[in-house]
């Protein structure tokens, strides 16, 4: 779906990032592409009283995330409350080793987005969203798995957040150290990060005549 945002989400009092400006991103083609590689997310919300952070998996379909979950879920409940929530997705990108321990950090690309989750009942629209979730984490999925029954589905809660207030911030680029400290003999650098899929493990219960199917023996998340 392409959305219908604008190409540059505008800073509001709570999106305007203040530590490390620079590295601040309103750009919408930007933030749909962090969103889309990740392949977590953290649901941040209240419950009575108390910060929670939950980890789950998202998917982005033009101008809403998704996420979906048991209706007995907490998180789910506290979404559909109407409750504020804040989305946040995480993709480190390197280490970066700095001459000073002060200075060492992180290169990353990360989206915050507040928002108010809305409910999606129609079960056309969670059987796309449970097709699109799908082919997120693994594309090409969906059509060979059985897909959920309309049983499945009515006992599947599934979110909408609004991409309406966002944010990212990304780092790159070698250490930053303090003058005098690139003096030091000390190893500094970046060590590079990626994730990376290891080999397929074949479950025990495999019927023979199966073989892998390309889209799992090749996988690869960007
Ligand atoms: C992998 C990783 C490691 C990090 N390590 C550290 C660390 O060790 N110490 C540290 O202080 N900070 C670290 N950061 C940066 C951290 O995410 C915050 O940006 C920083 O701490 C400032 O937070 P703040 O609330 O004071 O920012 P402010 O600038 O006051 O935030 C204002 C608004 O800017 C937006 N914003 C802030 N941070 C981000 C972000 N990361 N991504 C998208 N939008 C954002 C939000 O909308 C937020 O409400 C790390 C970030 C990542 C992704």
Redesign the pocket.
């Given at each position: 779906m392409i959305p219908k945002k604008p190409t540059s989400f505008d800073p509001t009092a709570?999106?305007?990032?203040?530590?490390?400006?620079t590295?601040?991103i309103y750009d919408r083609v930007a933030i749909d592409a962090i969103l889309d590689e990740a392949l977590v997310c953290h649901i941040g919300f209240v419950d009575d009283g108390q910060p929670v952070v939950i980890p789950t998996i998202h998917v982005r379909i033009g101008d809403n995330v998704y996420i979906h979950g048991s209706h007995a879920s907490r998180m789910i409940k506290r979404l559909l409350s109407g409750d504020p929530a804040c989305l946040?997705v995480?993709l480190?990108d390197g280490l970066v080793l700095a001459r000073s321990v002060f200075h060492h950090?992180?290169n990353?690309?990360?989206?915050?987005v507040?928002a108010k989750g809305f409910d999606v009942p129609d079960m056309n629209q969670k059987r796309d969203i449970s097709h699109a979730l799908t082919d997120h984490v693994v594309p090409g999925r969906w059509f060979e798995a059985r897909q959920p029954s309309d049983k499945e589905l009515a006992a599947t809660a599934f979110v909408g957040l609004p991409l309406d207030?966002?944010?990212?911030?990304a780092?790159t680029g070698p250490p930053i150290d303090d003058q005098e400290d690139y003096q030091l003999d000390v190893w500094a650098g970046v060590i590079p990060m990626t994730l990376s899929a290891g080999k397929p493990i074949d479950d025990d219960k495999l019927q023979t005549v199966i073989v892998t199917p390309e889209y799992v023996s090749q996988y690869k998340r960007t």
């Open positions: 709570r999106t305007t990032i203040k530590r490390s400006a590295r601040g946040t995480t480190v950090s992180m990353y690309r990360s989206v915050v507040f207030e966002c944010s990212a911030k780092r």
